[in-house]
């Protein structure tokens, strides 16, 4: 389950680019996520499932703890060159596994020292290209 509103926000966007919705206002919320007022009220709740069997190495099941891994080592290795922390939120792209963890790792600390001054909000994908392991990122400068 996504815990970031704006996280949230982001994949139902994506959702609704492929997807037709019911006519309605869109309302961002908590529990459900999200609600569709219109003729009929419909609340959507944002979670993950799994498609793929859980010992191949492209699995959720897999993929999961490796960025668990790849996001604690990326966090100690940037806090090793830094004294001040720094908030910043990762989705993962899940059509690009994690294929080298280190390099992965590299790439993060790289990145998080580029935007560390930046103000809060989404950073744009053209600023992490180079990493395709990734997504979404977003500052929040505010701490």
């Known amino acids: 389950m996504a815990a970031n509103p704006e996280i949230e926000k982001y994949f139902f966007e994506k959702f609704s680019e492929d997807y037709v919705l019911p006519s309605g206002t869109i309302i961002y919320g908590d529990r459900p996520d999200i609600v569709i007022e219109g003729q009929r009220w419909i ?52 059509s690009n596994p994690i294929t080298d963890g280190k390099g992965l790792v590299t790439a993060i600390v790289k990145l998080v020292n580029q935007i560390k001054g930046w103000k809060t909000g989404v950073v744009n994908k053209d600023v992490y290209a180079a990493i395709p392991e990734l997504d979404y990122v977003y500052v929040n400068a505010k701490q």
Not at 57 to 74: C, I, P, T
């Open 43 to 94: 609340g959507i709740e944002i979670t993950s499932f799994f498609l793929e069997e859980g010992s191949l190495r492209e699995s959720e099941q897999v993929q999961r703890k490796l960025r668990d891994k790849v996001v604690l080592e990326a966090h100690k290795a940037f806090l090793a060159l830094e004294q001040k922390g720094i908030e910043i939120t990762f989705c993962f792209n899940k």
